[in-house]
């Protein structure tokens, strides 16, 4: 009896020529492996005797990897419980409804097997992003506004908690400051959110594959992540900070 599985994963990726590496091993290593097949931005395919060589390409801008394709088979592919063959095709770009697509078919403890250890290796390139970045765009941006109205609700209510619990509040002038600091801190905030949400798919880009050129793109974008995110934990400290002063000052 045969079963054939499909499956579309919509997660972010981050591959490198490592984790082909560990797919190839997965399908049953270089001797099953019939296809492995790399789409490039200038339309170009270019087919790879093996794994090794994935590693090698240039991935420059204008001819940068748009997807990744790797079948495998055994010599003579038949269904057969006795032999557990399968076939299976992997399939990893950059498509808002699946960044990975995987087809699996043979005898039915050979898929179900499989198609586990391929949910497994989708989830080791998945970087902690992963679900951000294939989010639906107006489900992003509908977050982004929670997470902020959240936010000001919180310091607001803080604020005026402080402010009215005995023997908190005191008589002071520097409470203006208090304030400029809240609102300039709920506005960085805001000004970081619209930020993230223009160009989130440069700081939380769905597939980034992590050879030639591609590396440093990555690292570069990896930075530009990492300023976003420590400017993001400073504004909603000096929110808070600000907003504790304020109620001590006020």
């Avoid at 809240?182 to 000004?191: E, I, K, P, R, T």
């Avoid at 880009?205 to 050129?213: R, S």
Wanted: net charge neutral; charged share 20%.
């Amino acid at each position: 009896m045969s079963t054939t599985r499909s499956k579309d994963c919509r997660v972010g990726v981050r591959l490198k020529p490592w984790d082909l590496q560990r797919l190839v091993q997965i399908l049953g290593g270089d001797e099953m492996v019939t296809g492995l097949s790399v789409e490039l931005s200038d339309g170009c395919t270019v087919t790879l005797e093996d794994a090794s060589e994935f590693g090698d390409l240039d991935n420059v801008k204008g001819r940068s990897i748009n997807a990744l394709t790797v079948e495998s088979a055994p010599a003579n592919f038949q269904f057969s419980e006795q032999s557990r063959s399968r076939l299976a095709v992997v399939t990893v770009r950059p498509s808002p409804s699946a960044t990975v697509r995987y087809h699996v078919s043979g005898d039915e403890r050979a898929v179900i097997s499989l198609s586990a250890e391929l949910d497994e290796w989708v989830n080791a390139i998945s970087p902690w992003y992963g679900r951000l970045a294939a989010a639906d765009s107006a489900v992003f941006a509908f977050a982004s506004i929670v997470l902020l109205g959240a936010m000001i609700a919180g310091t607001a209510g803080l604020y005026l908690w402080l402010g009215g619990q005995p023997g908190v509040a005191a008589d002071g002038g520097t409470g203006w400051v208090a304030r400029y600091a809240v609102s300039g801190a709920l506005l960085g905030l805001l000004a970081l959110g619209t930020l993230l949400n223009i160009r989130r798919r440069h700081l939380l880009p769905l597939v980034m594959f992590l050879v030639g050129k591609g590396a440093d793109r990555s690292r570069r974008c990896d930075q530009h992540r990492k300023v976003l995110l420590q400017s993001g934990a400073l504004m909603i400290g000096l929110a808070l900070c600000g907003s504790v002063l304020g109620a001590l000052v006020s």
